[in-house]
Structure formats: structure tokens, C-alpha cells
């Protein structure tokens, strides 16, 4: 059997495999890479996850996708090494569920790809020797996840770059206090600036020399490991072969991709809600078929949401027989109405993320955080819109509320406990460069860094 093959959703470069696709991050052609076919898990093995630890349906489902690239043992090996963490699943209601994502180092769901990440380009980069520099946009979690993940990986350099002034001060600090190989810039500008300038730097002639790949969710090691938890979910809260509703918080898709794969692969799914920010460009796109990014993005208070434009976008389109360009350009329009029967999408305001998450918390006594409450929100509008049932459902919250106590302070009264797993970080000296949201600058930046080594 020959390995899977990732295609380019821009369709002008050759198809590559997983590692191939991996090391580069995005496509030659500006494009995102997707598998040419999905793998299939059957209902039976589906429910056969219910037995089995994290780990262990993390392994089963990614298998499927590094056969002949990585043998089973040593996948094995990786997820165990990855995945230390728990998911755990709250009842909100009868039928409705929480899962939450914010069990690992960094207390977001972006840990889930970060630590599988750092094992692969750990394995692929000791099979050749080779060297890579790890170019990351953050909005806030990305960053420190990756940082986390990589700190101390041989071959491994990573330079992230944030948006001054929107992000909390414990996610800047969780990544700022790493030393070693992460190297942090804060950029006088928005989550949209960083991309672009990682963006560019990747097609530059200028940077041929310096090999460099992405930790984003441009790159497709980030949604696989990101399909894992829906079946993980699946085999516990729904019967065998029973479709379910997901709600999903929503900035640059990726978390969202990561269902629509598990659906690709077999997960049945009545419904993904796809809840976003003020930033509304998907919304407004599913209903009327047009799309246009906003740029500059909008500030919120899911701050890891403030994207103008979601790059994986590009893939879902492409899931849907679509093809939209880089820049947000369709050249051929996805399948809407199927589109429209497989996902809803709604915008919910600051305003309502706060008033919502005051009363998750006097209805249920239990906390949510700004991002997560948009899930909730979002799984209410769809309700209102259509019954629920007795289809299950589960709501994802992405982040511990110890990550934006301020947010949530002013909302309950209170600050959250900070796990202990975050407090050690939060205590060491922070050191990051600054720079203006100027591509050439960054340039030099690169340049310089790559020159002393
Ligand atoms: C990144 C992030 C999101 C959005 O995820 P996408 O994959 O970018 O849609 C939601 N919540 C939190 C806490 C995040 O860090």
C-alpha cells in the first residue's frame, strides 16, 4: 500500500506525502495542503474508542494517516509522550455536554496539536538531520502551545510573533519566560499583521537558505491531531453510529477543520456550529455566498478569535468542491447548500459573550471563559433555530478561564484559580524582542538570527 497523498488546495503544486506536507507547512503554490482521499474508521472501531485512554484513540485515528511513514510502535511511542493530559467531559444537561480542552501545559486546546507536532518534526528532522526554523502568528494560545511543545526540541529554532497589545498577560508570559531556542517578537500591530509577515517570509527568495515551516494552522499537522478529541467524544457520549452536534469556537478554523475531518473520516455528525467573534466573515459568507475578509480584524474578548480572515477557509471550501485562493479570492464556488446543511455559523458580540457567560454561571455553577461561552452561545442560537432533540451535543471549551482572569473577574466577581502546571512559568523573567508591523524589517530580523547561529 503507498502512503496517503496531500494535495494542494490551489491545485498547481504536486500532491506530496504527510511528511513532505508537514515539513513544509503550506503549499509551493500558496495553497493549504489536504488529503487527496479521507481514511475511514468503521462504526465498530469508533466504538471501540470508548475503552481506550486519550492516547490510545489518538494513535488509532492517526495511523490511519502515517502508515508507511512512521511505524506503529514509534506512533505509539509519540502519542503516549504527547498526550499526558485528560478531556475531561461535564454534563451541562441532560445531553449536553462540555468538553474541555485546557488540560495541557499551556491550558488551550492548541496544546493537542502543539505536543503531536514537536513529536513528528522531532522524528522527521532526526531522520535526516536537518534543521528547520518554526515561523508562528499568534493570537494568543498558538504561541505559547508551540513554544511549550518545541522548547528544547534538537534541530528545532521557533520564533514567534504576537500582537502587542492583544493578548493576556499570561499568555504573553507563557511564552515569553522560555529561552533556549524560542525566541519571541511582540509586533506594534494586529494577529492579521503577524500572519502576513509570516505569510511572506515564506515565499521569499531572500530566505531561500533558511528552512522554514509553520506551526499554524496552515500547516496539516495541526488539524489532524485536532480530529481526535470529536471521536473521542463520539465514543463515549453517543451511541454507535449516532450523529451528534459539536460546537466550536471559532477564529482561524482550524478547530472546526479538525471535525469536518473526523466527518470526512467516518465520525457522523448532525451538526457543526461554527460560533465566531465580531469577526463575522464566515457568517455572512455562508449565508449569501459572498466573502469578504475583514481587515482590519475587530477586537474582542476571545482575543485567540480575532481573525479577519481564517485561513482554513481555503480547506473547507476545497471539503465543499470549492476553490477559494490565499487572499480570500473564490474562483469556484463551494456546494452551499450542502455546506448550509452540515454547518451553522453565528456571530455573538462582547455583549453577549459576557452576559452569557454570567449566566452559564449562576444557571449551571459552572465556569466558562470568554471563547468557550461563544460555543455556548452559538449552540443556543441553533437551537432556537432548530430542535435539538435528543441528539447529543457537545460544547468545546478551548481555554482554562485561569487564562483571562481579568475577562472573567469582571464578569463573576471573581479570578479563577491558576492551575499549577501555569503558575511556575508565570513567575520567571520574560524576554522578547519589539518591532513594528513592517515586513522588511522582519526580514533583517530573520536574517540576522540565521547569520549568528
Ligand atoms: C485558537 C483559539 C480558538 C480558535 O481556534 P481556531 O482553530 O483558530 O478556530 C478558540 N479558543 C481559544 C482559547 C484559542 O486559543
Not at 22 to 29: E, N
Not at 245 to 259: K, R
Not at 374 to 403: M, R, Y
Amino acid at each position: 500500500m503507498s502512503a496517503l497523498l496531500f494535495r494542494s488546495t490551489n491545485c498547481q503544486s504536486p500532491s506530496v506525502n504527510l511528511r513532505e506536507a508537514f515539513l513544509a507547512g503550506q503549499a509551493p503554490d500558496r495553497g493549504l495542503y489536504l488529503p487527496e482521499i479521507f481514511p475511514q474508521l468503521t462504526r465498530e472501531e469508533i466504538a471501540g474508542f470508548a475503552e481506550l485512554p486519550y492516547r490510545e484513540v489518538a494513535f488509532r485515528v492517526l495511523r490511519k494517516f502515517t502508515q508507511d511513514l512512521i511505524p506503529d510502535a514509534a506512533l505509539a511511542a509519540m502519542c503516549n509522550k504527547a498526550y499526558d493530559f485528560g478531556v475531561p467531559l461535564e454534563v451541562i444537561q441532560r445531553g449536553v455536554y462540555l468538553m474541555r480542552l485546557d488540560q495541557g501545559p499551556t491550558a488551550s486546546f492548541k496544546d493537542f496539536a502543539a505536543q503531536m507536532m514537536a513529536q513528528m518534526f522531532g522524528r522527521f528532522l532526526q531522520e535526516d538531520g536537518s534543521q528547520v526554523t518554526i515561523l508562528t502568528a499568534t493570537s494568543g494560545d498558538t504561541g505559547s502551545a508551540v513554544a511549550h511543545a518545541f522548547h528544547r526540541v534538537p534541530g528545532v529554532r521557533v520564533i514567534v510573533l504576537f500582537p502587542e497589545a492583544e493578548i493576556s498577560v499570561s499568555q504573553r508570559k507563557l511564552m515569553t519566560t522560555l529561552k533556549d531556542n524560542i525566541r519571541t517578537v511582540a509586533i506594534t500591530g494586529k494577529f492579521d499583521d503577524c500572519q502576513a509577515m509570516v505569510k511572506r517570509a515564506f515565499s521569499d527568495p531572500a530566505l531561500e537558505h533558511i528552512h522554514l515551516s509553520s506551526a499554524n494552522s496552515i500547516n496539516i499537522g495541526r488539524l489532524l491531531p485536532q480530529s481526535v478529541y470529536y471521536f473521542y467524544a463520539a465514543s463515549r457520549l453517543a451511541r454507535p453510529g449516532e450523529p451528534m452536534v459539536f460546537s466550536i469556537p471559532s477564529g482561524n478554523f482550524g478547530d472546526m477543520m479538525g471535525c469536518v475531518v473526523a466527518r470526512s473520516m467516518g465520525l457522523p455528525v448532525r451538526k457543526i456550529i461554527a460560533s465566531v467573534n465580531d469577526n463575522d466573515a464566515f457568517p455572512r459568507f455562508l449565508a449569501s455566498g459572498v466573502y469578504e475578509k475583514i481587515s482590519p480584524s475587530r477586537n474582542s474578548v476571545s482575543n485567540a478569535m480575532n481573525v479577519g480572515h481564517p485561513s482554513n477557509l481555503a480547506r473547507l471550501v476545497a471539503v465543499y468542491g470549492g476553490h477559494m485562493d490565499e487572499t480570500g479570492k473564490i474562483h469556484r464556488q463551494p456546494d452551499l447548500a450542502a455546506m448550509r446543511r452540515d454547518i451553522f455559523s453565528t456571530s455573538i458580540t462582547d455583549e453577549r459573550t459576557r452576559t452569557s457567560l454570567r449566566d452559564f454561571w449562576n444557571k449551571y455553577q459552572i465556569l466558562l471563559e470568554p471563547h468557550g461561552v461563544v460555543a455556548w452561545q452559538g449552540f443556543l442560537d441553533w437551537c432556537a433555530a432548530e430542535p435539538l432533540g435528543s441528539t447529543p451535543a457537545v460544547i468545546v471549551e478551548t481555554a482554562n478561564p485561569a487564562k483571562f482572569p481579568e475577562e472573567v473577574e469582571k464578569v463573576v466577581g471573581w479570578a479563577p484559580d491558576v492551575p499549577a502546571a501555569m503558575t511556575a512559568g508565570l513567575q520567571l523573567p520574560e524576554d522578547y524582542d519589539r518591532m513594528e508591523a513592517d515586513y522588511e524589517k522582519f526580514r533583517d530580523y530573520l536574517i540576522a538570527k540565521h547569520a549568528k547561529a
